[in-house]
């Protein structure tokens, strides 16, 4: 597990509120689950509530006439859905969907609007959260692009790894293919490289990482690049 992301049942944007703010920002929550598939929100729609993992994940996707889904951003408990409107936007940029089961800190955004404008701490997190999501973005589409499919799967792997906090989770092979913009044979020949340097086990939809290490030098660079910003920006 990277030492930049929190350890599960908390959520790292709160967790930088001043000690009041935060237990009163929370008090204004509500503690919902995340079923997997569960779309938040659609591309245009407007952002009705936020949320705030405290385990599982939320996959940000891109949606385009005639192509697959492409997953270009992942959302855990490092931080939240809906900071768009920290900027003004009410309206979501990409569908937002979980991608593995978990709860979260929900609020709606009328609340949280309140809650922003009256907290300078607030707002400034979101601001920096802001610039990592956007490096996010920025380093998966030049990833997609430029790196073969076994590196990639190994990034998207640990950056799942990490939301997840467990060497166990469900992926199936037509959710890999859509979140890599790939066909299925491609990731089948991905992950069955990766089993085959046991690296990852991938029986009946389940993965389970063996050797986190190895799994990391086996990614692309994106992978620590991620990581990197999000440990300067916001630890």
């Not at 768009?84 to 990409?94: C, H, V, W």
Request: proline letters at 3%; one cysteine or more.
């Amino acid at each position: 597990m990277s030492a930049a992301l929190p350890s599960a049942t908390e959520n790292t944007l709160i967790n930088r509120l001043p000690k009041k703010q935060r237990s009163d920002f929370i008090g204004c929550c509500s503690h919902v689950d995340l079923p997997l598939g569960t779309i938040l929100c659609e591309r245009d729609e407007p952002i009705r509530q936020v949320y705030f993992p405290l385990d599982g994940f939320i996959s940000i996707v891109e949606i385009m006439d005639g192509h697959n889904p492409l997953e270009v951003g992942l959302i855990g408990n490092e931080g939240m859905f809906g900071s768009t409107l920290t900027l003004g936007i009410n309206s979501a940029i990409q569908r937002a969907v979980v991608q593995g089961v978990g709860t979260a800190l929900c609020m709606s955004t009328r609340q949280f609007m309140s809650e922003l404008s009256d907290s300078i701490a607030l707002q400034r997190t979101l601001e920096r959260y802001i610039y990592v999501m956007i490096s996010q973005l920025s380093i998966s589409a030049a990833c997609t692009h430029f790196h073969g499919v076994e590196k990639r799967l190994a990034r998207w792997l640990l950056m799942t790894h990490d939301r997840a906090h467990a060497d166990k989770f469900s992926l199936t092979h037509k959710l890999l293919a859509d979140m890599l913009g790939v066909r299925r044979s491609g990731v089948t020949i991905a992950a069955g490289a990766l089993q085959k340097k046991k690296l990852i086990s991938y029986v009946r939809g389940q993965i389970t990482i063996l050797d986190r290490k190895e799994l990391e030098a086996a990614s692309c660079s994106c992978y620590k690049t991620i990581v990197n910003d999000y440990a300067r920006i916001l630890t």
